[in-house]
């Protein structure tokens, strides 16, 4: 089949393989990888994913399907996820979901037109003390009003109108990177830090990222 990674992608696919022991550890983070490039996961990218790391594709969508944050068709710039579980509906939740659908003119699970918005309702997103709460592209807003929820839509709507955004891997840039480069800001493991390829099954002591028993000997 032909490549659905852009020739980087494949290069930093097959950097992120040898970082593994057993390829198909590498599964998830070459899926973030796809969606990083895409937006989304589509088909192309999970059969490359099964050929890369030796396994069907049935066991990437196995794995892709099981994760709510890998999404498996087009998502707007901006992820809309709001609140809606018991705390957050007892605070409005429900209210806030009709008041974000007529705002943006779509429903539930949908996207704008303008590939700006997708709108969700997702399960309880741990800050029930400030319920009703949302995440854009998984950035929390806490104790959200129906006019709070129109200030945020119009300030993304100007961002983007301005073509502005975040640096996707700096991850003190503030701001809302677009969605699909979350896992951009999460991969700074400092190298000595890192674990490295060991196998899994072999004794090698403890982590890497315990200190070695001697530097508490000698503090
Ligand atoms: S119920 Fe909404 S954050 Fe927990």
């Given at each position: 089949m032909t490549d659905h990674f852009t020739p980087a992608n494949l290069d930093l696919a097959h950097e992120i393989i040898d970082r593994y022991p057993v390829k198909r550890s590498a599964m998830i983070p070459l899926l973030h990888l796809a969606q990083e490039q895409d937006g989304w996961v589509t088909e192309d990218a999970m059969r490359q994913i099964a050929e890369l790391v030796g396994v069907t594709p049935a066991e990437v969508l196995g794995t892709c399907s099981f994760y709510e944050m890998f999404k498996r068709r087009p998502v707007g710039r901006f992820l809309i996820n709001i609140c809606g579980t018991l705390s957050c509906q007892l605070m409005g939740a429900g209210e806030l979901i009709h008041h974000a659908e007529r705002k943006l003119g779509i429903t539930s699970g949908d996207t704008t037109p303008d590939g700006l918005f997708t709108l969700a309702v997702a399960e309880c997103q741990a800050a029930c003390t400030e319920a009703p709460c949302l995440q854009v592209n998984y950035r929390h807003r806490y104790r959200v009003t129906p006019e709070d929820f129109d200030i945020l839509v119009d300030e993304l709507r100007s961002e983007a109108d301005r073509g502005e955004g975040p640096d996707p891997g700096n991850p003190d840039a503030g701001g809302v990177p677009r969605?699909?480069?979350?896992?951009l800001s999460r991969q700074h493991i400092p190298a000595e830090r890192a674990a490295g390829p060991s196998s899994p099954t072999s004794d090698q002591g403890p982590p890497a990222w315990m200190p070695p028993p001697d530097a508490e000997e000698q503090k």
């Open positions: 969605h699909g480069v979350l896992s």
